[in-house]
């Protein structure tokens, strides 16, 4: 056998037909179909058959492929050629994405717009010097508008700057453009102390131009940095913003000032869509009988509504007031109204103090009283309103009598006992005669105002007729403080009032 050279050996008088001894079974294959080998550890095995004159064993042959010094044999596609596979490179770290890039990347944007800004300058000009704005000045203001915005958007050179920004980049640029194209940016001096006192970034000016425009001051800027910092309402696009702005104001009907609250008490109402959540909650509502003025309050009381489903979360939990207190669309309609934040709260959270009440002898129909007079028993701690029970036992009332002052006025569950309840019932009972059986009879003595018109009115009585009244008449504690001075009193307003502020003096010092 002539002596091997080359990556290639080709069998002389080779038949398809023949058993081929091969170490690998690929290698066999590509022999009998091209008639060549090209596996370097069965040549090597064909050149010391040649010099001894025998066959390798075949266990040698299978072997070879697993030797540790020996590479695993080419695929296929590199049977004749084998080529170093060059190491691909690592990508390079890209720089991140800054306010100082971006506006470097939008600098022909600038320059496009610097038309707008002296056409602008002129425009106004002309008008300081005349002292009124005309029509013609108007029209030419507004043709320098629309001629500038076209070339900007027009210019090779902003359209092949806006190739290289990546999508949120663009849109970022897009925002700053047309802000200050539509309404102008936010004053040099306040936007740089809202970078400096409130952390804001430079992409986030045309944000803040609208936020501004509402009324926000810097601790408004600051809570919302520090809210929503990661995707907040300031990372919103700018016709999201104004959209859901004009939205609040036509539709809602609040004006500036309440929307500016409205956004700092819940930024998270910007991140809803429209058609999907807001308009549909707001038929929701309308449908119940609630008016437009009243909508209005529900929204600002409870905004948290809108991240509530309509049909699995808000429809359910009136149903089950309808259906466990028997309330009317009209009560349940005054108690969204007088308790907008009822909608946020949980069935298991009410019935807890459905079965509080009922437990404590109140029937299902003076619960439902309850709650349209006052429906905020649907909230009061469990633990607060056994303390106020219990107080009213240890006064004297029994069960009977404690359930219907609760029915009666369900504002003690809502007093102080320390405070408010313990000084006006032993002031009751020293000063004015009073018993148990007077605020059974009276239950609405514990919602007055002890130094306001309890102790001016009774000491104006007892002065006025030189005598002490046992037991002083609790109607004489409900009317106005005109109708008291001049029917029960017999005196002038302006002097029971001055008779009034010095004992409020007196009890102060």
């Known amino acids: 056998m002539p002596e091997l050279t080359g990556r290639q050996v080709r069998l002389q008088s080779f038949k398809p037909q023949e058993r081929v001894q091969t170490c690998c079974r690929c290698c066999r294959r590509s022999a009998v179909k091209r008639k060549r080998i090209t596996c370097a550890a069965y040549r090597s095995d064909l050149e010391q058959k040649d010099e001894q004159g025998k066959a390798p064993a075949r266990s040698r042959l299978l072997s070879a492929r697993t030797r540790p010094q020996q590479q695993a044999p080419p695929s296929r596609s590199r049977l004749f050629r084998r080529t170093e596979t060059p190491p691909v490179p690592e990508p390079e770290e890209k720089a991140p994405r800054t306010a100082g890039r971006l506006l470097q990347r939008s600098q022909p944007i600038q320059t496009a717009s610097n038309g707008l800004t002296r056409?602008?300058?002129?425009?106004?000009?002309?008008?300081?010097?005349?002292?009124?704005?005309?029509?013609?000045?108007?029209?030419?203001n507004a043709k320098h508008k629309q001629s500038d915005r076209r070339n900007v958007f027009n210019n090779p050179r902003f359209s092949q700057e806006a190739g290289k920004l990546s999508q949120k980049d663009w849109q970022v640029t897009t925002d700053w453009l047309v802000t200050n194209m539509e309404e102008g940016l936010l004053d040099d001096r306040i936007w740089r102390e809202l970078v400096a006192d409130c952390g804001l970034n430079p992409c986030e000016r045309p944000q803040a131009t609208l936020f501004h425009?509402?009324?926000?001051?810097?601790?408004?800027?600051?809570?919302?940095?520090?809210?929503?910092?990661?995707?907040?309402?300031?990372?919103?696009?700018?016709?999201?913003?104004?959209?859901?702005?004009?939205?609040?104001?036509?539709?809602?009907?609040?004006?500036?000032?309440?929307?500016?609250?409205?956004?700092?008490?819940?930024?998270?109402?910007?991140?809803?869509?429209?058609?999907?959540?807001?308009?549909?909650?707001?038929?929701?509502?309308?449908?119940?009988?609630?008016?437009?003025?009243?909508?209005?309050?529900?929204?600002?009381?409870?905004?948290?509504?809108?991240?509530?489903?309509?049909e699995n979360t808000l429809q359910p939990r009136l149903l089950f007031l309808k259906d466990q207190l028997g309330v009317s669309p009209e009560a349940l309609a005054k108690i969204l109204v007088k308790l907008p934040n009822v909608l946020t709260y949980t069935t298991q959270?009410?019935?807890?103090?459905?079965?509080?009440?009922?437990?404590?002898?109140?029937?299902?129909?003076?619960?439902?009283?309850?709650?349209?007079?006052?429906?905020?028993?649907?909230?009061?701690?469990?633990?607060?309103?056994?303390?106020?029970?219990?107080?009213l036992r240890e006064i004297g009332m029994g069960q009977q009598q404690v359930a219907q002052s609760i029915s009666r006025l369900p504002q003690l569950l809502s007093l102080d006992i320390r405070h408010n309840m313990r000084p006006k019932y032993n002031y009751l009972q020293s000063q004015m005669g009073g018993s148990v059986q007077t605020v059974c009879a009276y239950p609405a003595y514990f919602s007055l105002s002890l130094l306001q018109?309890?102790?001016?009115?009774?000491?104006?009585?007892?002065?006025?007729?030189?005598?002490?009244?046992?037991?002083?008449?609790?109607?004489?504690?409900?009317?106005?403080?005109?109708?008291?001075?001049?029917?029960?009193?017999?005196?002038?307003?302006?002097?029971?009032?001055?008779?009034?502020?010095?004992?409020?003096?007196?009890?102060?010092?």
């Open 119 to 140: 056409a602008t300058d002129t425009v106004r000009r002309a008008q300081q010097d005349k002292g009124v704005a005309t029509k013609e000045a108007k029209q030419t």
């Open 213 to 310: 425009q509402l009324g926000m001051t810097k601790a408004d800027f600051t809570k919302l940095v520090t809210s929503r910092r990661s995707n907040g309402l300031l990372q919103l696009r700018v016709p999201t913003i104004k959209n859901k702005l004009h939205f609040f104001r036509d539709e809602i009907g609040l004006s500036n000032e309440e929307v500016r609250k409205l956004l700092v008490k819940c930024p998270r109402i910007l991140e809803h869509k429209l058609e999907s959540n807001m308009r549909p909650h707001l038929g929701f509502l309308r449908s119940h009988g609630i008016s437009k003025e009243d909508i209005s309050k529900v929204v600002q009381s409870a905004p948290q509504m809108f991240q509530l489903s309509t």
């Open 349 to 391: 959270f009410m019935q807890e103090r459905i079965d509080f009440l009922t437990a404590n002898g109140m029937p299902l129909e003076d619960i439902a009283k309850a709650a349209v007079a006052h429906p905020q028993v649907l909230h009061y701690s469990v633990d607060r309103m056994q303390e106020k029970l219990q107080y």
């Open 453 to 509: 018109r309890i102790v001016p009115r009774h000491r104006y009585v007892q002065m006025v007729r030189a005598e002490p009244v046992h037991p002083f008449p609790m109607n004489y504690l409900k009317m106005s403080d005109s109708k008291f001075a001049s029917h029960v009193a017999y005196t002038s307003l302006p002097r029971f009032e001055s008779f009034k502020a010095d004992i409020l003096t007196g009890f102060r010092s």
